[in-house]
């Protein structure tokens, strides 16, 4: 049971356009939510998160909107980069839940073209 | 700040063998994490520990088990290995009460 899906396998995108990652969950008691990027054979890196008391958060060139209702999140990036290049996954918590637990969508790869 | 580390980075053993992975986490974070990396399952979520208890854990058999230290230094321990724990094995740690976790290297583990 996927408790949390990101539907695009993969985007490409020109360099210097907005990059549009799509992340949608199941689990109602998600509560904090975050995006990280990922190169072969090294560890996630945290980019952005957002907090279920807000439907959007900035950071430079990304922010990520939350949709309660439809329980869906997304990651804008813009402009994009031809370093952006990379494996981009959400991730979901229960804030309330004992512990620190992340589940994971299965990961979007991005391609930027200069 | 330096990040998290995780000792060794690569590693390859033998089937029925056991394995321990070690993460060093961030200075002051006392919660760490593990997830389990592969290209059928993804990123799963193994266990998590805070001041030395562990406060979660994820649907692995119980060959997988973990542990963490005074400091904070947490170890994960394979035994009697099969092919299909082949993976990229992660180390995340974070502030007690935040949930942004902050990922290591990975250790990557071949099992033949």
């Known amino acids: 049971d996927q408790q949390v899906k990101q539907n695009s396998p993969s985007l490409s995108v020109q360099e210097g356009r907005i990059s549009i990652l799509n992340c949608d969950y199941t689990?109602?008691?998600?509560?904090?939510f975050l995006w990280y990027k990922k190169y072969p054979a090294e560890g996630p890196t945290f980019l952005i998160s957002?907090?279920?008391?807000?439907d959007k958060n900035e950071d430079g060139r990304f922010t990520v909107f939350l949709n309660k209702s439809a329980k869906h999140l997304s990651l804008h990036i813009v402009p994009s980069q031809p370093g952006d290049s990379a494996v981009y996954f959400c991730?979901?918590?229960?804030?309330?839940?004992?512990?620190?637990?992340?589940?994971f969508g299965g990961g979007t790869r991005v391609l930027v073209k200069p | 700040k330096a990040g998290v580390t995780q000792t060794p980075r690569y590693l390859i053993k033998t089937r029925g063998q056991q394995v321990t992975l070690s993460c060093s986490p961030i200075?002051?974070?006392?919660?760490v994490s593990w997830y389990q990396q592969t290209p059928g399952q993804g990123l799963q979520f193994l266990f998590e520990?805070?001041?030395?208890?562990?406060?979660n854990k994820g649907n692995f058999p119980g060959r997988f088990s973990g542990r963490q230290f005074s400091n904070s230094r947490s170890e994960m321990n394979v035994s009697t290995l099969e092919l299909g724990d082949s993976a990229l094995y992660l180390c995340?740690?974070?502030?007690?009460?935040?949930?942004?976790?902050?990922f290591g290297p990975g250790t990557r583990l071949t099992v033949l």
């Open positions: 995340a740690s974070s502030l007690y009460g935040t949930d942004t976790q902050y």
């Open positions: 689990n109602s008691m998600f509560d904090y």
């Open positions: 957002i907090s279920s008391i807000k």
């Open positions: 991730a979901a918590s229960a804030v309330q839940a004992a512990g620190n637990k992340l589940t």
């Open positions: 200075s002051g974070h006392r919660s």
């Open positions: 520990y805070f001041s030395e208890t562990q406060r």
